[in-house]
C-alpha cells in the first residue's frame, strides 16, 4: 500500500466531484458567486429560451429588381430594425443570392417580431392628383408620441433638409388640398393643408395604441426594405414550450449520465470508477469549451452532447476490455495497462475519425439546428479521445502505483 | 462458443426479413412526411380550457386552412394543428380565431415551411449521405482495406433501410430531425463496425496458418462482444432517458436513434463482418 499515491487518488477524487457538483448545482453557500453552477453561461438556443428561426427569400417585383446591392442594404435595414428592438445576439446571414436567415432568441411574441421585421414600410406623402411628394428616403427621424392636450398617439417626423424644402415647397403648392400620409401605399391620413409648413416637422395620427406607434415608428427610422421579403421557412418556438424542453432535455440528461455512471461502476469496478470520474471530468471540460466558444445550446445539441457521452464511454470500455485480456495473459497489472492502452486506441481512433467525417458532413449540409448536434458531437469526440489518453490512464497508474488493489479481479478480469 | 460465422445465411435472412416488408411498404405508401418535406404550417397551442378535439378542428377548417391530416392531442391540453402553408397574416387569424372560439391560446410553436424547403431538404440528405459514405470507404481503404470498407458500408446501408422501412410500416413522421438521425446512425453503425474490423485486422497479423477466414472473422466477433454490448447499453441508456423524459419534439429523434442504434450493433457483426469474409471468398474462387 502507497499512501502517497492513494491520497492524490481520494483528492482526485474529491476534486473532480466538488468541480461537478458546483458546475451542475447553485449550492446555497455560494450564493452570491455569480459563475456557479457554469450551466448559466451557456447560450441557450432559440428551441430552449423561445425565440424565431426565419429564412426569408427576396422576390423580383416591377419596382425592385434582387440583386447583390439591393440584397446588401435589406440586410442592412434588418439590422437597423432588429437593433431598435434590442434582442440580444441576432442572427442575421445571408444565404445564396437572394435569402437572408434570421435568429432571435428570446423574445416574448416570436410572430409579432416577424411580421415587424418583413414589413416594406414605405412611407410617402402624395398630393391630391396621386403624385408623390416626399418618400421616406427625406426622413430623418420618426418618434412616437402622445398629444399632451389630446392625449391622442402619433409619430413625429422630422425631416432632412432636402424634405424641409420639398415638405415646404408641396405644402406650399396645395393650400387648402389635401395631401395623403400613405404607409405600404396604404392611406393613413389626409389632412388638409391649412398653412405653409417650413419647419420641416410632420405628424401623423390615427394609431390605437402607443405600442403600435412605436412599431411604425421604428419601421420609419428603419428605412424601407428595397425588396420585398417573403417568408420561406419559419420556425418559432413560445417561451413555454421552451421552458419545458429545456427542463425535460436536464431531466433526461441527469438519468441518462447516472445510469451510465452506475453501470460502469458496477461492471468494471475499479476501471468503472476510474472510468466514472474521466467521465465526469470529460463532461466538464466540454461544457468549458462550450462556454468558451460561446457555443450556442440547442435541442439537438444536447442530444449531441449526451451521444458522445456514450462515445466516450465506448472509448474507456474498449480499452478497460483490452487491459482485461491483457491481465488474463498473465501480465502484471501496470504492463496490462500499458499494451492495453496501445492496442485499444488504435480501434477508438479509427472509429472516431469516421464518426467526425459523418459530423463534419453533416454540418456541411446541415441547418443551423442540425449544425449544432454536428458541433457538440464533434467536440465530444475530439475531447473524448483526449481524456481518454491522459486522465484515464493517469489515474488507472495510480490506481496501480498504490497497491491498494492487487487483485486483478477488480480490474473486470 | 456459438459460431457467428457458420449460420451467416440465418442472419442475412432476419435482416431480409425485416428490410423487404419496409421497402414493400416505402414503394407502396411511403412516407408519412412532415412539413419539412410537404411545405405547410405546425401550430401547436397549449389551450388554457378543457377543449373537444372537434372543436379546435372546426375553427381550422371554418378558416379554411385545414390540410389533409388532421390536428393531434399532444399533451393534456396540447393540439398540435397542420395547415396548408399560411401567410404570416393567416397565422395571426388563426391564433386570434382560436382565442374568440376556445378561449385563451399560448402559442408553443408555430412552424412554416414552404415547399421549396422540403425539395432541398431531401437533396442535401442524400447528398450527405452519398458523400459521408464515399469519404468513410475512402478512409477505410486507407486505414484498412477497400473490401473492409464497401462491407462496412453496406451495414449502414443496412440499418438505414432499416430505419427507413420501420418508420414508413408504422407511418411516424418524418422530419427534417429524423435526416440528422440517418446520419448520426451511419456515423455510429460505421464505429461499431471499426472496432471489430480493427480486431480483425490485427488477427490478421497474427493469423495461423489453414485458420480459415469465418474462424478468424468469429473469433475477432467474441473478442469484441463484450465491448459491443456495454457500448450499446450504455448509448441506449442515455436514448431511453431522452425517450422517455425529453420533450415532445425530439421523440421521433430519439426513437429513429434508438432503431438505427440496435440495427448498428446487428449489423456489425451480422451484416458487415460476414458480408467481408463473403467478398474475399469471393475473390479467392475468381482467383483474383
Same mark, same amino acid.
Given at each position: ?9 481520494a ?33 441557450? &438556443? ?27 442594404? !435589406? ?40 411580421i ?20 421616406? $428616403? ?6 412616437? !408620441? ?5 392625449g ?39 389632412? *388638409? ?66 445510469a ?27 461544457? $468549458?469549451?462550450f ?33 482485461k ?14 499494451s ?34 454536428? *458541433? ?11 481524456? $481518454?489518453?491522459t ?23 | 462458443m ?22 414493400f ?42 390540410? $389533409? ?5 399532444? &399533451? ?43 425539395r ?32 462496412a ?8 433501410? *432499416?430505419?427507413l ?9 418524418v422530419?427534417?430531425a ?26 490478421l ?6 485458420? !480459415? ?17 456495454n ?17 415532445t ?40
Amino acid at each position: 500500500m502507497r499512501w502517497s499515491k492513494l491520497l492524490t487518488m481520494a483528492a482526485i477524487i474529491l476534486v473532480i466531484a466538488a468541480l461537478g457538483i458546483t458546475a451542475a448545482v447553485p449550492l446555497p453557500i455560494f450564493k452570491d458567486v455569480t459563475w456557479l453552477p457554469w450551466g448559466k453561461d451557456i447560450i441557450l &438556443g432559440l428551441d430552449l429560451q423561445g425565440g424565431v428561426h426565419v429564412v426569408l427569400e427576396a422576390k423580383d417585383t416591377p419596382n425592385a429588381e434582387v440583386n447583390d446591392e439591393s440584397m446588401k442594404r !435589406a440586410q442592412a435595414v434588418l439590422e437597423r430594425r432588429i437593433n431598435e428592438t434590442g434582442v440580444a445576439e441576432p442572427v442575421i446571414q445571408r444565404q445564396g443570392d437572394r435569402r437572408i436567415i434570421v435568429e432571435l432568441a428570446g423574445i416574448d411574441d416570436p410572430e409579432k417580431a416577424v411580421i415587424d421585421l418583413i414589413q416594406p414600410a414605405y412611407l410617402e406623402f402624395k398630393n391630391e392628383l396621386g403624385q408623390t411628394i416626399i418618400t421616406g $428616403a427625406d426622413l430623418k427621424d420618426a418618434l412616437e !408620441a402622445r398629444d399632451p392636450n389630446t392625449g391622442q398617439v402619433e409619430v413625429d417626423l422630422t425631416f432632412t433638409s432636402e424634405g424641409t424644402r420639398k415638405f415646404a415647397q408641396a405644402t406650399m403648392a396645395n393650400v387648402d388640398k389635401p395631401i395623403g400620409i400613405y404607409l405600404d401605399e396604404q392611406l393613413l391620413q389626409n389632412p *388638409v393643408v391649412s398653412e405653409p409648413i417650413t419647419n420641416g416637422q410632420a405628424r401623423i395620427t390615427g394609431y390605437e395604441n402607443l405600442e403600435e406607434a412605436h412599431t411604425i415608428a421604428i419601421l420609419l427610422r428603419s428605412g424601407a426594405l428595397p425588396v420585398q421579403l417573403d417568408v420561406m421557412e419559419k420556425r418559432t418556438v413560445g417561451p413555454q414550450l421552451g421552458k419545458d424542453s429545456l427542463d425535460r432535455s436536464i431531466n433526461a440528461g441527469i438519468v441518462g449520465i447516472v445510469a451510465i455512471l452506475v453501470f460502469m461502476l458496477v461492471y468494471y469496478r475499479i476501471p468503472g470508477l476510474i472510468a466514472d470520474l474521466a467521465l465526469i471530468f470529460y463532461a466538464l471540460v466540454v461544457l $468549458a469549451i462550450f462556454i468558451g466558444i460561446h457555443a450556442t445550446m440547442t435541442l439537438p445539441g444536447i442530444a449531441g452532447f449526451l451521444l458522445s457521452l456514450g462515445i466516450a464511454v465506448d472509448a474507456n470500455v474498449i480499452i478497460f476490455e483490452r487491459i482485461k485480456e491483457e491481465l488474463r495473459t498473465g501480465k502484471s497489472i501496470r504492463s496490462a495497462i500499458d499494451s492495453g492502452f496501445k492496442r485499444g486506441f488504435v480501434a477508438v481512433f479509427d472509429a472516431n475519425v469516421t464518426t467526425l467525417i459523418g459530423a463534419a458532413v453533416l454540418y456541411f449540409f446541415g441547418t443551423s439546428l442540425i449544425r449544432g448536434f454536428a *458541433v457538440t458531437l464533434s467536440i465530444g469526440i475530439l475531447v473524448s479521445m483526449f481524456t $481518454a489518453i491522459t486522465m484515464t490512464r493517469w489515474m488507472l497508474h495510480l490506481a496501480a502505483a498504490s497497491n491498494s488493489v492487487k487483485d486483478p479481479r477488480y480490474y473486470g478480469a | 462458443m456459438f459460431n457467428f460465422m457458420k449460420h451467416r445465411k440465418i442472419w442475412y435472412i432476419i435482416s431480409l426479413l425485416i428490410i423487404l416488408p419496409g421497402l414493400f411498404s416505402i414503394a407502396t405508401r411511403g412516407f408519412n412526411l412532415g412539413i419539412d418535406f410537404t411545405g405547410g404550417n405546425l401550430v401547436e397551442v397549449r389551450l388554457e380550457q378543457d377543449v373537444k378535439i372537434d372543436q379546435v378542428r372546426s375553427v381550422v377548417e371554418e378558416l379554411g386552412f385545414a390540410a $389533409a391530416r388532421n390536428i393531434q392531442k399532444s &399533451g393534456t391540453n396540447d393540439y398540435m394543428i397542420r395547415t396548408r402553408e399560411l401567410t404570416e397574416e393567416e397565422s395571426a387569424t388563426l391564433i386570434s380565431t382560436l382565442e374568440q372560439k376556445v378561449g385563451e391560446v399560448n402559442l408553443l410553436r408555430n412552424d412554416r415551411v414552404g415547399p421549396v424547403i422540403g425539395r432541398e431538404l431531401t437533396m442535401n440528405a442524400i447528398w450527405a449521405l452519398l458523400i459521408a459514405a464515399a469519404l468513410m470507404i475512402v478512409y477505410m481503404t486507407f486505414r484498412f482495406e477497400f473490401k473492409q470498407g464497401v462491407a462496412a458500408v453496406t451495414g449502414l446501408l443496412h440499418d438505414v433501410l *432499416v430505419v427507413l422501412g420501420i418508420f414508413s410500416i408504422l407511418q411516424i413522421e418524418v422530419d427534417s430531425a429524423f435526416v440528422a438521425a440517418i446520419l448520426t446512425i451511419v456515423g455510429y453503425s460505421i464505429n461499431n463496425t471499426i472496432v471489430i474490423f480493427d480486431r480483425v485486422r490485427e488477427n490478421l497479423r497474427t493469423r495461423k496458418k489453414g485458420e !480459415a477466414l469465418e474462424d478468424l472473422v468469429n473469433v475477432s466477433l467474441w473478442q469484441t462482444m463484450a465491448r459491443s454490448i456495454n457500448t450499446v447499453v450504455a448509448v441506449l441508456f442515455v436514448l431511453l432517458a431522452l425517450y422517455l423524459l425529453g420533450g415532445t419534439t425530439i421523440k421521433n429523434f430519439v426513437l429513429a436513434l434508438i432503431i438505427g442504434v440496435t440495427s448498428g450493433f446487428y449489423s456489425s457483426m451480422l451484416t458487415a463482418s460476414p458480408l467481408w469474409v463473403e467478398l474475399r471468398l469471393m475473390e479467392k474462387k475468381t482467383g483474383k
